[in-house]
């Protein structure tokens, strides 16, 4: 079936977006820009009776998605811009993206906010971390600050599953000889509840300069109230079915 | 035998390579013992990252798609897995990288994509 894109692909003048994806039966290619949509009924199956039917139904079905929002002449992602801006300007598809400064400025970075009653700590440090460091993102590099920034209120009500209340143990060591200083859960939690979590969110991002840049973008607060309602903080998504203390 | 002096042979050779380290931090493009060692070590970094370097975009590839995936689609097969699993079933030849960029560029084409072969 690789036939089919090699032999086609000579049309096209190194333009890598259609030379790969497509897969028409019918021949309807306008040159360099060919309206997406068509592309989307593939012939997915080898005999070409069957896929004759199956490329009609999905492109019937393609265009009525479509069609219910806006027509696809006029639809902005499938405008076909003559000449293609790519043999303009820099080369956008070969080079992998990078953002630019304009891509992280931490004025328009969302701000989650997440209650950490009966939550689990681990779990629950695992979330925040992954959306301060911006891993659930598509445009998520790993030298560059593009997360968000996330609020944990009710921080003295995250739990933690077993005899952990009892037997977690949080350590420091002054540097001097004899200086290390032990605290269990409990004991911790009531001194600076918020060191809680922060000493587990810290331990997931990643250590190094960024790592301390990425640490200040958490905002923990031991109560329910957070002073941040001007950033307009929404909920946090959270996949984990597991967050929740299991009684 | 003649005396002969070195003279400035070995100056000329240790120019040029205090000059490929002259951007080096601290004693490294200033000590000429230290220049010679940190060129080598340049160097070999150099020549083995520039492998490395492919294997890390392919795994910043991987992750963006996954990121993109697995953000929007809400069904039940949202992964890069099967994503790739569904590409080479369907025998789409797209590469890593194009997908990546697509994902970034122009993210609802990807996305489209993805329902019409993720079933």
New interface residues.
Partial sequence: ??LV?GSASVTFPSS??PR??H?NTSSSLVGLQFP??K??S?S?SPSSSSSNTNARI?RIH?QQQDSSLVPPEQDP?FLCVEPEPRFKGPD???K??YPKAADHVNTEKTWYVVDATDKVLGRLASTIAIHIRG????????SVDMGAFVIVVNAEKVAVSGRKRTQKLYRRHSGRPGGMKVETFAQLQNRIPERIIEHAVRGMLPKGRLGRRLFTHLKVYEGPDHPHAAQKPIELPIQDKRIYLQR | MTRIKRGYIARKRRTKIRLFTSSFRGAHSRLTRTISQQKIKALVSANRDRDRKKRG?RG??I???N??I??NKKKQYNRYSNLLYNMYK??????H??V??????????LL??AN??IT
């Fill in positions: 079936m690789a894109c890598s977006f790969h994806s897969r997406f949509h592309l989307v593939l997915l999905l393609s992602r956008i598809w070969n992998t993206w891993k659930n993102l598509e445009t998520y590099t790993p | 975009f910043l590839w992750h963006r798609i990121a993109i697995g953000k369907g025998q789409w030849l797209l590469n990288k194009i990546a960029q697509m994902g970034i560029l122009k993210g609802n084409c489209m994509i019409e072969i």
